[in-house]
């Protein structure tokens, strides 16, 4: 027998109402099954609080279901601080009682709405987990590739600047922007609401990809001219990063008719994501807690 868990993340208490639309009672919901009293069940059946226990007895006397089967404990606060334990039922067992009640009827309507409502909690759940699973990826990703962006552009400046006669690192990195964006990284900020500096803290992973495929294919081609024997100046490696970053700009709006600077910025910074992702690393090492008990009636 297992303790009834009614945690925050899942536990719910869900008006029922019956045939006629009468609220009768709150159902617990602990995110797997629909749980009631013996008082619950009596006043769903129209019965005495005896015959239900009598009829229970029999479902597990006879066999329909094993015993312990469907019933869990819950701890209620009753007065002075004190507690007792209330057993609860599962559908298995309500449906079981309704029926050897004579109850078919509301037995029916009970099932069906309970059906409903299992039907559209699973139906929620695994919209969010989709949400979930698509927000844990799109944090991995920018993780992943604002991390590639400072190493990415390390490593072209050191091309640049000991294989080709670059010396205005600044100047040589925003002709990669202006190619991307057709505009300066200050105009791209204030045209999404970026604060000034932060571009790669907000932007997105499909964003920051770009700018990844960016310093990767510049430092590539810099670095195969060099082998060449060619050290470009200054406004040659200049050109060529431009040339790069606006193939890239081509690409993504071939690929997605959208062009780079029209790319949303997410809402949180890159901050936030290390910090969700502390977190989600500390709950697969601690596990889940159970979270804050509700009463149940």
């Not at 303790?3 to 609220?23: H, P, R």
């Not at 006669?165 to 202006?178: I, P, W």
């Not at 977190?279 to 009463?295: I, Y």
Request: with cysteine; proline share 2%; hydrophobic share 35%.
């Amino acid at each position: 027998m297992d303790e009834l868990s009614t945690g925050a993340e899942k536990g719910e208490l869900i008006e029922y109402q019956d045939e006629s639309g009468v609220a009768l009672f709150s159902v617990a919901y602990d995110g797997d099954n629909l749980w009631l009293t013996q008082e619950q069940i009596a006043k769903l059946f129209g019965v005495t609080k005896q015959a239900v226990s009598k009829h229970i007895s029999n479902v597990y006397r006879d066999g329909e279901l094993e015993a312990g089967q469907g019933v869990n404990l819950k701890l209620i606060p009753v007065d002075n601080g004190q507690v007792h334990e209330v057993a609860h039922y599962n559908l298995d067992v309500i449906i079981s009682v309704g029926y050897r009640a004579r109850k078919s009827k509301t037995a029916t309507h009970f099932r069906r709405w309970s059906t409903q409502v299992l039907r559209d909690r699973l139906t929620g759940a695994t919209a969010t987990a989709v949400r979930l699973a698509a927000e844990l990826q799109e944090d991995t990703m920018r993780l992943l590739a604002r991390g590639q962006i400072d190493d990415g552009t390390d490593r072209l400046i050191d091309v640049a600047t000991n294989k080709h006669h670059v010396t205005n690192k600044s100047s040589f990195l925003e002709a990669g922007d202006q190619g991307i964006y057709h505009m300066d990284r200050c105009e791209v900020e204030e045209s999404k609401g970026i604060p000034e500096g932060e571009l790669y803290e907000y932007a997105g992973s499909t964003e920051l990809g770009m700018h990844v495929f960016r310093l990767t294919q510049t430092a590539a081609a810099l670095t195969k001219d060099a082998r060449g024997g060619y050290r470009h100046d200054q406004e040659e490696a200049e050109a060529i990063h431009k040339d790069i970053a606006e193939r890239i700009r081509a690409m993504s709006h071939l690929n997605s008719g959208v062009f780079p600077e029209e790319l949303p910025a997410s809402r949180d910074n890159i901050e936030a994501v290390k910090q969700r992702s502390i977190e989600r690393r500390s709950q697969r090492r601690g596990g889940l807690g159970e979270g804050t008990q509700v009463p149940l009636l």
